[in-house]
C-alpha cells in the first residue's frame, strides 16, 4: 500500500468513526445534562478535559513513563508488574472501565449541535464501562461501551505494510503505534499497556491516542483503560 494509500484509508475510518460517536451521542445523550461545574471546565479548557495522563507524548521512548509510573487512575490498588508476561499469559476476555481525557474538536465539524461541548462533558465526566478481548493469534479489540462509546482493534493499524497485531511483550509492557502524514494531514494512533496482578488475577492497564488533521479539522481521542481478566473467551454473541 502506498502511502497516500494509507492516509486514505485511516481519514475513511476516522470520518466513519467520528460521525458515528456523534450520531450515536446526539441521539442517547441529548437529554443528558453535565452539571454547571463540568460544562466550565470543559469549556474554559479549550475543549480538554482537566485531568491529564502524566504521559507526554512528544517525550523520546526512553523518557516516557510507563502506565504504572503514568499513575493511572483506574489501574486497582496493590496492583503489582508482571515483567514476565507472555502474549500467550493475557490471552482472553476482560472488562472494566476507560475514562476519556480528551474528546476534542468535534465543535469544529460540521453538523453537530449547538450544545456539542455540553455533550461532550458529560462523556469525560466519568469512567465508562470498557471490555478488551486479545486472542491466541494476537488479534485484539477494545471497546468503550458508552454513549459515545467507540471501538479500536489491530484491524485499524493492519495493512500490507503493518501489522497491528500484539506480538510481544517488553517487560511486560506492549505498544502498537503508527504515524501517517500526506502534506499537511495527519493521522495518529496509539494503544499501549502494561499486564499487573490484582487480587489474584491479572489486570491490563494502559492507554490509547487517536488524533487526525484533515481539511483544517483536528480530532483528538485520547483515554485510558484498565481492565481484569474475566474469562478465556468472549462468549458468543456478546458485544
Excluded at 437529554?31 to 495522563?53: C, F, L, Q, W
Aim: overall charge negative; aromatic content about 8%.
Amino acid at each position: 500500500m502506498q502511502k497516500n494509500d494509507a492516509w486514505k484509508v485511516i481519514v475513511c475510518f476516522f470520518y466513519v468513526l467520528i460521525i458515528a460517536m456523534v450520531a450515536v451521542f446526539c441521539v442517547l445523550n441529548y437529554n443528558k445534562k453535565p452539571t454547571d461545574e463540568e460544562i466550565s471546565e470543559y469549556i474554559a479548557s479549550g475543549g480538554k478535559t482537566a485531568v491529564t495522563t502524566g504521559v507526554d507524548n512528544n517525550k523520546t521512548e526512553a523518557q516516557k513513563p510507563t502506565t504504572e509510573e503514568a499513575g493511572n487512575p483506574l489501574l486497582p490498588g496493590g496492583a503489582t508488574a508482571m515483567p514476565d508476561a507472555t502474549v500467550a499469559d493475557i490471552v482472553g476476555y476482560y472488562e472494566g472501565k476507560a475514562q476519556y481525557n480528551t474528546l476534542s474538536g468535534y465543535e469544529n465539524m460540521d453538523g453537530v449541535p449547538d450544545n456539542i461541548n455540553e455533550m461532550v462533558a458529560a462523556e469525560l465526566a466519568s469512567p465508562k464501562d470498557a471490555i478488551l478481548v486479545i486472542e491466541e493469534d494476537g488479534r485484539w479489540e477494545l471497546k468503550i461501551k458508552s454513549d459515545m462509546g467507540m471501538t479500536l482493534s489491530d484491524d485499524l493499524f493492519t495493512d500490507k505494510d503493518f501489522d497491528g497485531k500484539l506480538k510481544s511483550l517488553n517487560d511486560g509492557y506492549f505498544k502498537i503505534n503508527r504515524e501517517v502524514e500526506e502534506g499537511s494531514d495527519l493521522g495518529k494512533i496509539l494503544f499501549e499497556g502494561k499486564v499487573y496482578e490484582a487480587s489474584g488475577s491479572k489486570t491490563i492497564a494502559g492507554h490509547a491516542h487517536i488524533e487526525m488533521e484533515h481539511g483544517g479539522t483536528k480530532i483528538v481521542i485520547d483515554y485510558e483503560f484498565s481492565v481484569d481478566y474475566v474469562r478465556e473467551k468472549e462468549d458468543e454473541g456478546e458485544s
